[in-house]
């Protein structure tokens, strides 16, 4: 039976109490009433795909369903007295008990970036600063060692989303005044900047780009998920000691799914034969700058461990790297927009058309390079705009019916092959003119479909009074308009380049054996240890497919 339990304090001990709703006292609302809604919201979430156009639409009538479940769930959303910062000496205390490293930093407010890590004594370069054992980890090992675990093992979709299990881990612990977690727990932000906690209007913002799309989807999966689980624990046997079968909101949800979303990573197992996702307390109150993955795992003595990206003066702020990360990404997953983010990029995707003509002898020139004939690419925002595989997908996309023989048949055709990524040996002038002025007018094309111009965008981040999350809405919109403005411009630029080499009668550089350049794909990342690392979303490239939940948090492989 659902209890509604009163607002108030849950006991001493654990400082944990309800909201109060303005009133100060929640409204009553029948569990058949509740039950009645969720089964509409995971209906209306389990529907098929809407038809392109459609999205915004079903989004509407889902954040309707759940503003009304939120509206009749007001005040009973569980949270903790006081603030964040109350919480930072327990937090370090608890991590000094634990066998945690504390020497080397404190935890500080950095204004607009929020909380983050700052050196108490100078550090150097490459400096072993933190290390966190695994006892201290909340992992999906540890769910299944808890309360949790009866269920976890009769729920599939739990046993396939470790971030789900993660999510729901943490509320579990959350309400158990007993839990070794709490000083970490008490420490998490009590609500995050990701879309799900964006207003309708700010999410208008996106419309039009391509960001839009993930954001839709991670609201309607967090939805589904929410009612699904909201039925699950009440209704099977293994979730009766759970304090979730008293209240479960659809806030405390949102909050656990974002506290997992922003704060996964992949460790291995504590036998090292697979990963498992993992919450690394301390560590992951660091922000994020440019630069290389500095953490890594020690299975030798099980604790992750992090070195320090650079040399930090005393009292400077401690920044570790998230990974190559979009924008995108990071708004969606991460909740922040990076101004000077190295690895921008947005998605183009391309293909060969099977009904064209050269259709087999082009797929067959891709298939023997490693590249599908159609696919998602990148458009980067740095020179140049596009990759090694990108660059030999559109050589051959724009070959002559001779220039594919000589890469199927001609002499050397097989060592051609490895030549087609490297910008030093053009197929022809008259080639690369076509791939040029191809991504130039793709380009052209895609900054058409916006509803704004970047200089409308621009203006209005001059507007002081925008919301937080409006102005990053709007910096993504921005920034992905300028990586298209970039990748025109330096198409023109070649394309003019190339028609002057073509005028010339320049000779075209020819290889020689010994200098064959091979695709980006190089296997030496094969050989790297076990790092962890922020999530990575699926390498450019990649044809995946994947089931309807498993990029909901954070766009790793499902765990299947």
Not at 19 to 31: D, I, N, R, T
Not at 50 to 63: H, L, N, V
Not at 162 to 180: D, I, Q, Y
Not at 265 to 286: F, H, K, Y
């Amino acid at each position: 039976n659902l209890k509604i339990r009163p607002s108030g304090t849950m006991g001493k001990k654990s400082r944990v109490k309800t909201q109060k709703s303005g009133s100060g006292s929640s409204a009553v609302v029948s569990p058949k009433e509740m039950m009645n809604l969720i089964s509409e919201l995971l209906q209306k979430c389990s529907s098929a795909t809407p038809s392109a156009g459609k999205e915004w639409e079903e989004y509407i009538q889902i954040r309707g369903l759940v503003e009304k479940i939120r509206k009749k769930q007001k005040g009973l959303s569980v949270v903790f007295e006081g603030s964040r910062q109350d919480y930072f000496s327990d937090l370090m205390s608890w991590a000094q008990e634990y066998g945690a490293s504390c020497e080397c930093f404190t935890v500080a407010n950095f204004g607009a970036e929020g909380y983050g890590l700052r050196a108490t004594k100078d550090i150097k370069a490459e400096e072993l600063f933190l290390w966190i054992p695994r006892k201290m980890l909340m992992t999906v090992e540890s769910a299944q060692n808890s309360l949790l675990g009866p269920l976890y093992n009769q729920d599939r979709i739990m046993q396939a989303m470790g971030n789900v299990t993660l999510a729901l881990h943490l509320l579990c612990e959350r309400t158990n005044p007993e839990s070794p977690w709490l000083p970490y727990i008490r420490s998490l932000p009590q609500e995050y900047d990701t879309p799900l906690y964006y207003q309708q209007d700010e999410v208008q913002l996106l419309l039009g780009t391509q960001a839009v799309q993930d954001v839709l989807s991670q609201y309607k999966n967090t939805a589904r998920q929410y009612a699904y689980f909201y039925k699950l624990v009440q209704t099977h046997p293994a979730a009766n000691k759970l304090a979730l079968k008293d209240c479960f909101t659809f806030d405390d949800y949102r909050w656990a799914v974002s506290s997992v979303m922003t704060r996964q990573n992949q460790i291995p197992t504590e036998d090292g034969s697979r990963v498992t996702l993992a919450l690394i307390p301390l560590w992951d109150m660091c922000n994020h700058t440019n630069g290389l993955i500095t953490t890594g795992y020690n299975l030798e003595d099980d604790r992750c461990e992090c070195v320090a990206l650079q040399d930090y003066k005393e009292n400077e702020q401690i920044y570790i790297f998230y990974g190559t990360r979009s924008n995108a990404e990071l708004v969606i997953h991460n909740g922040f927009f990076f101004q000077d983010n190295a690895h921008d990029r947005v998605k183009i995707k391309l293909g060969v058309s099977k009904s064209e003509r050269l259709y087999a002898m082009k797929a067959e020139v891709l298939a023997r390079a490693g590249i599908p004939s159609s696919c998602v690419f990148a458009l980067h925002c740095n020179e140049p705009p596009i990759s090694a595989q990108l660059l030999a997908f559109l050589r051959v996309f724009c070959m002559t019916e001779e220039e594919l023989k000589d890469y199927l048949l001609g002499e050397h055709a097989i060592n051609k092959i490895f030549t087609l990524g490297n910008s030093e040996f053009p197929v022809s002038w008259d080639n690369e003119i076509k791939l040029w002025t191809f991504l130039e007018t793709r380009a052209t094309l895609l900054l058409q479909t916006y509803k704004t111009t970047s200089e409308e965008d621009r203006s209005m981040l001059e507007k002081p009074d925008l919301s937080v999350h409006s102005r990053v809405a709007i910096q993504l919109r921005l920034a992905e308009k300028q990586i298209l403005e970039k990748t025109s411009a330096s198409g023109q630029a070649k394309r003019l380049h190339f028609q002057k080499k073509l005028e010339e009668g320049a000779p075209i550089p020819r290889y020689e054996e010994s200098d064959i350049a091979l695709l980006e794909n190089s296997d030496a990342d094969a050989k790297l240890p076990i790092i962890l690392r922020k999530l990575e979303e699926v390498e450019e490239g990649q044809e995946i497919e994947v089931g309807e939940d498993s990029h909901l948090l954070n766009r790793a492989k499902p765990y299947t």
